[in-house]
């Protein structure tokens, strides 16, 4: 058996033992039992229970399935029909509901473990509880859930396990996630001053000034390259008339995440309502649309940052990560048939860049046709076609993955996964073929032959929102951002206030090379100042006292080091910084050796 069958047969199985456990200790009139699935690191079971299940409750629940582990009991499948799993579970009206949504003549399989608990189940199973004996497992967590994920529907206790083979990777698990909690960006977020939320706009973020320095350096830099590569930056209106949503697609396709001003009439079937743009994809046709093309022009790469706004469920909102306003590094690009591998080995290339300049690694997914696509389907195939060409071409055949039915509703997509310091994997980047659109909004060239022809659209982003690229930044560099796109890349501390005169030399010529930096010109203690850059993961701490402005030099203390470089000339320190801003660099100068 593979290892990541092994693992879901046996966390799986795991999940029966916590249901049964729970039935042992509640009573088993008590309990309404849900479903236990496996997840990536566990499982979890859904109940509702007498009373709230609590951190106390934890070890009384895992010696209990440690218990009945030990009785060694066998498993045992059973098939039978729907009347017979309904005279089974009565009383059980999770069971029931699912057994009733299931084809009259479906095979329907329960698992007895032991002779008192059985449970509703495809399985497969392990044959006997001894099998489990030396899997290392924990309770971590007990959380509200709903019924089927409709907050209509009952309310429910999911308590989520961990489970590993054996105790050394359960143990190197809970590092991780440690590690991943003082990483969260939600904490650090705050913490650096760099963005808040407020109940008044849920989901959508304020970005504070340090904040709004990171966003605006890495727009910088964004910019940079593209310039490079032929892209041209527009914007376009964050409110549309609902003509160009309907034109578009978005408003059968997309409306309900759609945040809708209606007309005056108070009815969004009116003439007037008005939607705030989702994407930006529909305006960017229109740019294209404003004039005569020719085959000389294209490709067309129309580049965008615009606010857009998409309406969530406030339980699915997390932090950066998933927000109802946000900023995409958006493009679409207009080319020939003939243009569009070219074109997307160019975006990949760029993706390699950026993604390479953080010190990130990424693979390729290829999502195809979902079931509520737009158009021909003729051109969906061919759409679908030429990327797994280019896939295959870049990676080779098969060293990809396919996402069936996870495309947009215009075209087919590559996604782009990346990996962080933790190695966990975060969708940002898509690359989006569309036949579609530009049909929709009757776009076209004129050919080499004089003809009409409609162009393609790629609709791209690298960076993907944003704010959720930063919220991944914060936590691959836990907070201590390389030099280059640090809020504030150097603290100014002169010991004494008679340092302030020449402190503010040394700001000006920090200035001059777009070195951005704070000055504490008070009379605080120095250590105190020193803390307060520290407590803000500021990369370079410059010390000035009398030798520094005697011979005009600097000390330096090293984020994340208690070393410090002394005597160094002030403009070899400048050298320094403006070498690792125009490299990019990942690491900190932290030797002039």
């Not at 002779?115 to 309770?139: K, T, W, Y």
């Not at 019924?147 to 429910?156: A, K």
């Not at 389907?377 to 080779?396: C, H, R, T």
Request: proline residues 4%.
């Amino acid at each position: 058996m593979e290892r990541e069958q092994y693992l879901e047969v046996y966390r799986h199985s795991l999940s029966h033992i916590l249901a049964k456990a729970v039935f042992e200790i509640f009573g088993k009139e008590n309990v309404q039992y849900a479903i236990g699935p496996q997840i990536a690191d566990g499982f979890y079971y859904d109940f509702i229970l007498p009373r709230q299940v609590n951190k106390d409750d934890f070890k009384l629940i895992e010696d209990k399935m440690k218990e009945i582990l030990k009785r060694r009991e066998d498993w045992t499948e059973k098939e039978m029909s729907r009347d017979e799993a309904l005279a089974l579970f009565e009383g059980q009206k999770f069971k029931t509901e699912l057994i009733q949504d299931l084809p009259a003549d479906e095979r329907i399989t329960v698992y007895y473990t032991g002779d008192d608990f059985v449970d509703l189940c495809r399985g497969p199973h392990i044959s006997n509880s001894q099998e489990l004996m030396g899997a290392a497992f924990e309770i971590r967590s007990v959380s509200g859930a709903y019924w089927r994920g409709d907050e209509h529907r009952d309310s429910l206790q999911r308590i989520y396990a961990y489970a590993f083979p054996d105790k050394q990777s359960l143990k190197a698990h809970k590092a991780l996630i440690k590690e991943a909690m003082e990483r969260d960006h939600k904490k650090l977020g705050p913490q650096l001053d760099l963005f808040m939320f407020d109940e008044t706009a849920q989901g959508m973020p304020y970005w504070l000034p340090r904040g709004w320095r990171v966003f605006n350096t890495l727009l910088e830099y964004w910019r940079g390259i593209h310039d490079l590569h032929g892209y041209q930056e527009i914007s376009a209106p964050i409110i549309n008339n609902k003509k160009l949503w309907l034109i578009s697609g978005h408003w059968a396709h997309y409306v309900n995440n759609m945040f809708i001003i209606p007309g005056k009439d108070g009815q969004i079937e009116a003439d007037d309502t008005m939607a705030a743009k989702p994407m930006n994809c529909p305006n960017a046709m229109n740019v294209f649309k404003r004039r005569v093309h020719s085959y000389r022009d294209l490709p067309i790469r129309y580049s965008e940052t615009d606010v857009v706004h998409r309406k969530e469920k406030t339980g699915q909102l997390n932090g950066l990560f998933r927000v109802q306003m946000f900023r995409q590094d958006d493009d679409h690009t207009f080319v020939m048939e003939s243009q569009i591998e070219d074109e997307i080995k160019d975006i990949l290339a760029i993706a390699d860049e950026i993604y390479e300049t953080f010190g990130l690694s990424y693979r390729a997914e290829l999502s195809t046709r979902p079931d509520d696509f737009m158009g021909d389907i003729e051109l969906w195939n061919q759409a679908e076609a030429s990327l797994k060409k280019i896939l295959d071409g870049m990676y080779g055949e098969g060293n990809y993955e396919i996402n069936e039915g996870d495309g947009a509703f215009y075209g087919p997509k590559i996604d782009l996964q990346i990996k962080d310091a933790l190695g966990r994997e975060w969708q940002c980047g898509t690359v989006q073929l569309d036949f579609q659109l530009p049909r929709n909004f009757e776009l076209t060239y004129t050919a080499s032959d004089g003809s009409e022809r409609v162009p393609v659209v790629i609709h791209r982003a690298l960076f993907g929102s944003l704010e959720r690229f930063i919220g991944i930044l914060i936590e691959h560099f836990k907070g201590a951002f390389p030099f280059w796109l640090s809020p504030y890349q150097v603290g100014i501390v002169p010991i004494r206030v008679e340092h302030n005169e020449y402190a503010k030399k040394v700001a000006g010529k920090l200035a001059a090379n777009r070195i951005r930096f704070e000055a504490d010109y008070s009379d605080k203690n120095m250590k105190e100042k020193i803390k307060y850059y520290k407590n803000y993961k500021t990369p370079y701490v410059l010390i000035l006292g009398d030798k520094e402005a005697a011979e005009g030099t600097v000390s330096l203390n090293l984020r994340g080091s208690n070393r410090q470089l002394n005597n160094i000339p002030l403009d070899t320190f400048l050298d320094m910084c403006r070498k690792m801003n125009v490299e990019h660099s990942l690491d900190l100068i932290d030797s002039l050796e």
